[in-house]
Structures are given as C-alpha cells and as structure tokens.
T-cell receptor, first 115, second 115 residues
Framework: DTGVSQDPRHKITKRGQNVTFRCDPI?????LYWYRQTLGQGPEFLTY????????KSRLLSDRFSAERPKGSFSTLEIQRTEQGDSAMYLC?????????????FGPGTRLTVL | AQSVTQLGSHVSVSEGALVLLRCNYS??????LFWYVQYPNQGLQLLLK??????LVKGINGFEAEFKKSETSFHLTKPSAHMSDAAEYFC?????????????FGAGTTVTVRA
C-alpha cells in the first residue's frame, strides 16, 4: 500500500495556459475525490468518481475544468485557460468502499500558482 | 447542506498542556463527523471519526473527541501536547444527500506548541 500519489507536487504557470494534474489512488480503491484548498481555508469538494464514472460535479467546477478517470484507476484534472483565482492546492482522495464511514485517504496535493 | 464551524483559527499551547480544538456542526440529520490533521506539505490524515456508535471517539496519537448532540459539537482534545502535534487540524462532516459522502470541511485551526 503506497498511499495516494499526486503529480506534480508544484506547478507554476502563466495566466491563460492549460495545466493537467494526475492522481493515483490506492490500488483497488473504487472511489476517487478531488478537492480544492485555498490559503487559510479547508478543502472544498470539486468532483468524484465511482470507478470510471464521474457521478457529481460541484458548482465550483466551471467549464474550464474537466476531470477523467478513464479506466477506473488514475484520474486527471485539467484546467484550461488558467486564471489567477485558480491558484490553490488541489487534493485527491480515495476510498475502498462506497459507505459513509469509509475513510478518505488523501494524497499530498498539487500546489498550483498562476502568475 | 451540512456544515461545520471551527472556533479559533490559531491555538497556541505549551508542551504538556491540554489541547482543545472546537468544532460545531449544523445538520438536520444525524451527522458523520471527522477530524483530519495536515502537516506542512503533506496531505490530510484521518485522526478519528464519529459514525453514530460511541459518543466518545478515540483516535490516533492520543487524540479523542466527544460528540454532544445537545450542543451540536464535536470538540477534539489531547491531554498533553507534544511538539509533534504542531499542525493544522480540520473538522469535517459527511454531506451525502445522494450517497456521494463528500466531506465538507471547516476553515481549520493551526496549532503551535511552545517548548
């Protein structure tokens, strides 16, 4: 069990550029969540997958954001035409089951800075 | 939607002193509550969770929390602070109208431990 991994850990980009982040969940975890954490705040839910199906998207996820989990394993989060307001830590979490008490295991996050 | 409020964005304690972090929730249904810890440049780690069993929940690293329905609270305590407890702590509630079980987090409390 190697834990949830995220790549890259840090990304600096210029406004208007596209960026893509990757999350590798714990092996055989079927649920995967994306959260965004801005400075001084707790994480906020963005979207989640049950296997390869994206089942819910937050209103925070504008049309510039897209997430995929093509084979039910790793997931990618893409932001198009980045804006300075997108600067945040993007966290990924996975759970083994689909119950309310299943623990969400978090990755170390990808810190995005948009200049 | 369910939500949590953490009282106090910063707490400073002396090594060996009691750590008390406050969390109040708002929910129209029995909540599922969590405390997570985040060390610098790391992801969130689960300390403990309340899932409607015992009201006093014991977690890792000597932390515990008590669910008090009458006060809508879920405060986190540790009898004796250690330098390694310096971190940011988040209270969260599971918000799952459709079985998504996404977490709604408070703004966090930063703990510093004085030698």
């Amino acid at each position: 069990d190697t834990g949830v991994s995220q790549d890259p850990r840090h990304k600096i980009t210029k406004r208007g550029q596209n960026v893509t982040f990757r999350c590798d969940p714990i092996s055989e975890h079927n649920r995967l969540y994306w959260y965004r954490q801005t400075l001084g705040q707790g994480p906020e839910f963005l979207t989640y997958f049950q296997n390869e199906a994206q089942l819910e998207k937050s209103r925070l996820l504008s049309d510039r954001f897209s997430a995929e989990r093509p084979k039910g394993s790793f997931s990618t989060l893409e932001i198009q035409r980045t804006e300075q307001g997108d600067s945040a830590m993007y966290l990924c979490a996975s759970t083994a089951g689909a119950g309310v008490t299943d623990t969400q295991y978090f990755g170390p996050g990808t810190r995005l800075t948009v200049l | 939607a369910q939500s949590v409020t953490q009282l106090g964005s910063h707490v400073s304690v002396s090594e060996g002193a009691l750590v008390l972090l406050r969390c109040n929730y708002s929910s129209s249904v029995p909540p599922y509550l969590f405390w997570y810890v985040q060390y610098p440049n790391q992801g969130l780690q689960l300390l403990l969770k309340y899932t409607s069993a015992a009201t006093l929940v014991k977690g890792i690293n000597g932390f515990e929390a008590e669910f008090k329905k009458s006060e809508t609270s879920f405060h986190l305590t540790k009898p004796s602070a250690h330098m390694s407890d310096a971190a940011e702590y988040f209270c969260a509630v599971s918000d799952s109208p459709g079985g998504d079980y996404k977490l709604s987090f408070g703004a966090g409390t930063t703990v510093t431990v004085r030698a």
